[in-house]
């Protein structure tokens, strides 16, 4: 997903964040009540600096206690309070805010306030509320918070007090609840580009341009896959200053999908699974099912690379290689470890493949054939067709007179043009609602100026059907009124198309698309400029005779016909310029 003012897929970017404290600025984190832990990929701290504090040590059912969180600043937090004796069970009790406007309660094991979280990512460095002790309270309660300073800082169940009831036993520690963190998996790096010359016979490669080198293009884009007997040997690259993706699909839309993601983060990748539910954020996952994995950065062209088993039983998330799935690839900015939305569409293949199959060497698209269609099938009715109508009926009635098939010549070429406009239109208005199934809400203001075209194009063609006769009163309104609708529609085509080359689904590579849109639009005005001059020139040559005043436009003199066959040649001119810049965008289109 921009060089068009008021309208950039950069606008409804948003932070990918994954189910975890500090994956959702809101603090909805209710997915995360259980483990408290974020799965942001990155190991947590462990050497807590905030600390909690209660009003007392001893409480009965009923009792409400003070509890403060405190110490440097972070932006998100997920309190609780558990049985000391059992730290992996449910929450106890529930909580009472005491200032809403950082702090919210959560449900968590269907306990409505068993847990406290923040507001907003702003910074903070206290929080205070209560905790209402339930009447079936164990002996002894610890608070546990996990502490979010920022995406790859945080401090995982942070130990509290323990408060007691009356007149119980000590409470001692149990060994078992002393447990190391988790290791991740060994990462190395790689020291060579990737080779594709086994593309077709032992890789399983997917390539963008088709049949790209990525030992000698530094813009390839190279995914392959290669079988062992259990498991498959992935490696990934493309230009990216921020991450690489790819998933596994059972259609071309986004959602319950497997994917693997490979952030860069001060200059060090880290490669991590995750998986897509809906068309939401994606959600990192554990590495465990990962071996081998290996990156490379070099000449901005980020690399990686890993080993997972074909077949995962067990392992949630994680697809069964042996199917046949549509592949996606996607790249976008990261931002200390947080992946931000993908700015153009994914490159997906063209139909579903077995990657641990045959070898094969294919490509993809980063647009799909409906949405190619609509954007070709607008650039030729509004660019083309339309455009050289409207110079044939403005400037070419005397020019081309004589009758064709019961009407002027000029009419019939204009009419013939026009319906085509109208035709192409109505057609390419209904294929993104057949491929999105309804109206897409995240396209901004293409798709509403794209309805006004076509309510406008309708329009000109009842106009034009009960249009007055030549010489009818009401004529000169039906002519304000077509050259107005028609003025209109051109205007709110040319904006649309421009909002258009930038939509994820198309997205016209490179700055060139604005310049040469630019330079179609100054080449029309041009055009219709020199037209109107060399018209008004030749209205003028006129001759007057003194002795009867009558005044006579040179009509069938050799200075009409001069002026006739430059007319020709202008337009001659104007339709090759115009037909180069369509040949410019409907090939930029095709290689999508």
Known sequence: MM?????????FILLLLVSSVANYPNGKVTKS??????????????????????????????????????????????????????????????????????????????IQGSAVSHTSPSKKTEIKVYWNAPSSAPN??????????????????????????????????????????????????????????????KKFCIRHPLNCDPEKELACVFLSFTRDAKSVMVEMRGPSKGYLSFAFSHDRWMGDDDAYVCILEDQTVHIQPSHLTGRSHPVMDSRDPLEDMAWR????????????????????????????????????????GRIHKHSRQPLIT???????????????????????????????????????????????????????????????VHRMLMLTTSALTFIAFLLPFIYRGGWNWHAGYHPYLGCIVMILAVLQLLSAAFRPPLHDPRRQMFNWTHWSMGTAARIIAVAAMFLGMDLPGLNLPGPWKTYAMIGFVAWHVGTEIVLEVHTYRLSRKVEILDDDRIQILQSFTAAEAEGYAFKKAVLAIYV???????????SAINHL
């Open 3 to 11: 060089a068009v003012p008021g309208f950039t897929l950069g606008a």
């Open 33 to 110: 009540c259980r483990g408290m832990i974020p799965e942001h990929g990155h190991t947590p701290q462990s050497d807590p600096t905030c600390r909690i504090s209660v009003s007392q040590m001893t409480f009965r059912p009923g009792d409400q206690i003070k509890v403060a969180l405190s110490g440097p600043p972070f932006k998100g937090f997920l309190l609780e309070a558990r049985d000391a004796e059992n730290l992996s069970g449910p929450p106890i009790g529930s909580f009472t805010l005491i200032d809403s406007q950082v702090s919210q309660l959560l449900t968590c094991e269907d």
């Open 140 to 201: 002894h309660i610890k608070f546990l918070a996990t502490v979010v300073e920022k995406y790859k800082i945080y401090w995982v169940k942070i130990p509290g007090p323990i408060i007691s009831q009356p007149n119980v036993l000590p409470f001692t520690t149990p060994k078992a609840t002393i447990a190391s963190m988790p290791t991740l998996p060994p990462v190395s790096h790689l020291t060579k580009s990737f080779n594709a010359s086994d593309c077709g016979n």
């Open 297 to 336: 950065l070099a000449d901005g062209v980020l690399q990686c690379s890993f080993r997972r088993n074909i077949t995962l039983p067990g392992v949630k998330n994680r697809f069964d290689l042996n199917a046949s799935y549509y592949i996606f690839l996607a790249d976008g900015a990261a931002d200390d």
């Open 350 to 412: 063209y139909e579903k493949y077995n990657v641990t199959g045959y070898p094969e060497n294919i490509g993809g698209s980063h647009s799909l054939l409906l949405l190619k269609v609509h954007g070709a099938l607008m650039f030729v009715a509004w660019m083309t067709t339309v455009s050289i109508g409207v110079l044939i009926a403005r400037f070419f009635k005397p020019v081309w007179s004589k009758a064709l098939f019961g009407d002027a010549a000029w009419f019939q």
């Open 576 to 586: 090759f310029g115009n037909l180069t810049f369509l040949t410019m965008f409907l």
